[in-house]
């Protein structure tokens, strides 16, 4: 089944930062991919700018050398494209803090065309970048900011921020990337949701047990120590991906798939998030092994009290959802980097097989890393002669089983995104007002834990964290489950 690629009109493409760790890793490979699947119209530009003296010349030959890098394995791109996508391709030397490059940047806009100005730089240049926008005239009707994460670190700062870019930008011309909304899986939980008549009679409180979201990685946090170390893992996951994931799954279904309509839906959910008290909350850190350092070796202060990991049980305090918990937990340097969502649903009301002492539970597993796809665990009988004893077996949807090889192809996070950035969809971006609830809600857990002054439970690297994160689900008969990449 191959996906139909619609090209959009020619747009410029600024990206600012555009020699960045984000933009060869992630940006450039995504607009080369969206390149080779024809969706980019012969006129579309794009445009590095960040501080390194380059002229456009070299800019091709160092997006050439990042595709070559981030770009292996992908299929549908023949290395000759390499040399036509360069054409698209060109650089401007600018300091977002000073008035060099401006002129050369504005000079070069198209007026009539969509322009969209990728903020690749830290947050602490977020707001430079829009005064700077306004001042030389590009920031008019035709113009979209796209903001990387991190989008503050508290509420007051996520509302200072928000300020700043709305003295220039309309909301409506504002995109603040989550990459997890981009995934593939992310946006069929919504298909499953609101396009069958089979789950959302049973997605409440009375049928489901309970909801766990797990993102795990295997990676510590390596030369992003310093801004990690400032954050820890309920900042840098919780606060964004992770909330984001609980709001689509706890949301009421919108009236239309339309961006105020999804996102004044997942605003609900989180203003009516409970407070997590003390004992549903795990905090840990990750321990050196035998080959790798731990957490306190890769920052700087050897008392640092910034968790690597968290677990925590949350409620969502609504009709639909009061009374079934909410787990979550994340962490670096775990035993596998997998990421899932299940949904645990409750027993049936009474065994009429006696003959088989197990439980059993079906489950939706929504698989966002590796393998995208959906389990639903279903009970059947055990086969073969001997009674009736029953067996868990998933019906299994791996995309690129069930629709061929081209879902796994599928345009990646980052593809889906910038290209709704060209398009002018936002359902799949964070509204200011959601990202400031989060923050909100956020704060005062952060704050409690440092008033008690909280110390992280230290955990082997390879584990699935702390031991006390098992306690949080076993206390009520529940448990995490198995997780493997
Ligand atoms: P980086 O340090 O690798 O790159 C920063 C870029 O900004 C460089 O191109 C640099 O030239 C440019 N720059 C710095 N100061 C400038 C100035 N005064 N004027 C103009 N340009 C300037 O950072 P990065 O890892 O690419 O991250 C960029 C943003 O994306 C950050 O906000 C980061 O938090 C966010 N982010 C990064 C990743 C990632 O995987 N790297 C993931 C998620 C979010």
New binding site residues.
């Given amino acids: 089944m191959a996906s139909r690629v619609i090209p959009v009109d020619p747009f410029d493409l600024v990206i600012?930062?555009?020699?960045?760790?984000?933009?060869?890793?992630?940006i450039l490979p995504a607009l080369f991919r969206r390149f080779c699947a024809g969706q980019m119209e012969e006129g579309t530009r794009i445009i590095g700018?960040?501080?390194?003296q380059m002229d456009d010349v070299e800019y091709r030959a160092f997006v050439a050398e990042a595709l070559l890098e981030f770009n292996s394995g992908h299929s549908g791109c023949e290395p000759g494209t390499i040399k036509r996508f360069q054409k698209t391709l060109s650089y401007v030397t600018?300091?977002?803090?000073?008035e060099e490059g401006w002129d050369a940047l504005a000079a070069k806009m198209h007026p009539g065309r969509v322009r969209a100005f990728y903020?690749?730089?830290?947050?602490s240049?977020f707001s430079?970048l829009a005064q700077r926008l306004h001042q030389y005239g590009m920031a008019d009707h035709d113009a979209r900011i796209v903001v990387?994460?991190?989008f503050g670190r508290d509420l007051a700062t996520a509302q200072a921020l928000n300020r700043s870019l709305a003295e220039h930008f309309d909301e409506s011309q504002i995109y603040r990337i989550d990459?997890y909304l981009g995934k593939e899986t992310v946006q069929n939980l919504m298909a499953l949701r609101f396009g069958n008549m089979l789950f959302e009679p049973l997605w409440n409180s009375r049928y489901v047990d309970h909801i766990q979201i797990t993102v795990a990685e295997t990676v510590g946090v390596g030369g992003r120590g310093e801004?990690y170390d400032r954050a820890g893992a309920m900042r840098d996951m919780v606060q964004n991906h992770l909330m984001q994931l609980l709001c689509l799954i706890a949301m009421e279904p919108p009236a239309k798939f339309d961006p105020d309509a999804v996102r004044d839906e997942k605003l609900k959910v989180i203003r009516a998030l409970g407070e997590v008290g003390r004992d549903d909350l795990v905090r840990g850190q990750y321990l050196a092994d035998h080959e790798k350092p731990g957490y306190l070796e890769h920052v700087e202060n050897p008392d640092s009290i910034t968790e690597s990991f968290i677990a925590m049980k949350l409620n969502v305090i609504n009709w639909r959802w009061a009374g079934t918990p909410f787990y979550l937990r994340t962490g670096k340097r775990l035993s596998d980097r997998a990421s899932e969502i299940a949904v645990v649903f409750k027993e049936a009301p009474h065994n009429i097989f006696t003959e088989d002492t197990g439980r059993h539970r079906n489950i939706l597993t929504i698989r966002l890393q590796p393998n995208e796809g959906i389990d639903l665990d279903v009970t059947i009988k055990e086969p073969g002669p001997g009674g009736m004893r029953l067996v868990d077996v998933p019906l299994d949807m791996t995309f690129s089983e069930a629709l061929g090889p081209d879902a796994d192809d599928a345009a990646d996070a980052y593809e889906r995104l910038i290209m709704d950035v060209v398009r002018g969809n936002q359902t799949l971006f964070m509204r200011g007002d959601e990202v400031e609830a989060a923050w909100a809600w956020t704060d005062p857990i952060i704050a409690s834990w440092e008033a008690r002054g909280d110390k992280p439970i230290p955990y082997a690297t390879g584990s699935f964290g702390p031991e006390d994160a098992l306690a949080l689900l076993h206390r009520s008969g529940r448990k995490w489950r198995e997780i493997r990449a």
């Fill in positions: 600012f930062g555009g020699t960045g760790d984000l933009a060869r890793r992630k700018a960040a501080r390194s600018l300091d977002a803090r000073g903020f690749s730089v830290g947050p240049l430079d990387e994460k991190p990459h801004y």
